[in-house]
């Protein structure tokens, strides 16, 4: 091979491999390992359900994904962190319900619209629950009574500024009654109040009273979700006994804002995958939780709807943690 041919040779081989370097770059995504935060501690639903999307998501998208839990603030350490982050689809946040309260708590400056979502997993209903030897029977009925009878209802829920305490705050709101909030640390010790008789209801998860209403200790008298709970399938919704009030935890993932568009719809169309897939269903079902996939685009716009339902709502109760 002549000297001529041999250095037009090497020249297409350096200007292919020029264009190759080139459609990889930035576009190549992913092409190093991706963590997501929790900003819960380890052993918890929202970390259990992260560390199996990581799993299922590495299946999808060809790298390795790890989990790190950032505690601290109710959640907004964790969700700090990956809005701070670089922009690059590398770092993705666990996104709970509270992300659309912490700031209203004088928690953090953040909010959820400093994010941009990929997916919803779940939803976790509140449900208003009694003893069963309560003389409500019907949601409307308690609600009436705590109209009648202002601040006599004791409501106890898992904490100041917590998901079941808004919820029950969103019934006074819709319905115009007072309730007394009772505040404990944690779900159980607000149902062992109730088994108790030391309050008159809580507003909790389905799964944390299902023990108390198979024993017939208890009586559900509405789910506060967008359909009926899996864990109590006979008790109706709010909205369909005529309340329109949704209350629910929710967890979801998402990315900084400002995240290259190409690079959300790769972790968008590989979480669609994930969140549906069949290990995410049976573990939901065994915590208690509702599968309920969301998109993206469609949790975006959710949460919008979220955060400004609970910047209005959270101010005008006097919420501060």
């Known amino acids: 091979m002549s000297k001529k ?53 590495e299946k999808e998208i060809g790298t390795s994904v790890v989990v790190t839990n950032k505690t601290g ?12 982050s670089k922009a690059d689809g590398y770092t ?18 953040i909010t959820s619209d400093d994010f941009t979502f990929i997916g919803r ?14 003389p409500w029977n019907t949601l409307e009925e308690f609600l009436q009574y705590a109209k009648e009878n202002p601040g006599k209802v004791q409501v106890g829920n898992s904490g100041t500024g917590s998901i ?10 819709n319905y115009g009654c007072e309730f007394t ?29 299902k023990s108390g209403v198979d024993s017939g200790d208890f009586k559900v008298l509405a789910v506060l979700g967008e359909d009926k709970s ?31 568009d190409d690079v959300v719809k790769i972790l968008e169309d590989a979480t669609k995958v994930a969140l549906n897939s069949d290990n995410i269903k049976t573990l939901l079902a065994e915590r208690g939780f509702e599968h309920a996939y969301m998109s993206g685009a469609d949790m975006d716009a959710y949460a919008k709807e979220q955060l400004v339902k609970f910047s209005d709502l959270i101010p005008k109760l006097g919420i501060v943690k």
């Not at 079941?164 to 709101?173: K, N, T, Y």
Request: proline letters at 7%; one cysteine or more.
């Open 92 to 109: 993705i946040a666990y996104m709970p319900v509270e992300s659309t309260m912490i700031k209203s708590l004088g928690l953090t400056d």
């Open 164 to 173: 079941w305490h808004i919820s029950a705050a969103l019934l006074e709101d």
């Open 5 to 57: 041919m041999l250095s037009i040779m090497l020249g297409l081989l350096l200007i292919m491999g020029l264009f190759a370097g080139c459609s990889k770059g930035e576009k190549d995504f992913p092409n190093k390992i991706i963590t997501i935060i929790v900003p819960y501690s380890p052993g918890g639903a929202s970390d259990t359900v992260a560390r199996l999307y990581a799993q299922e998501l």
């Open 230 to 260: 899996s864990i109590v399938p006979d008790v109706s919704t709010a909205k369909e006994q005529g309340i329109d009030v949704i209350a629910q935890g929710w967890g979801a993932f998402a990315v900084p804002k400002g995240t290259p």
């Open 181 to 209: 909030h009772v505040p404990f640390d944690g779900a159980a010790p607000a149902i062992a109040a109730l088994l108790g008789d030391n309050i008159d209801a809580v507003t909790v998860s389905p799964s944390e009273v």
């Open 73 to 84: 603030a109710s959640g907004a350490v964790g969700l700090e962190s990956v809005k701070n």
């Open 121 to 134: 997993a779940m939803t976790i209903p509140a449900a208003v629950t009694v003893r069963s030897d309560a």
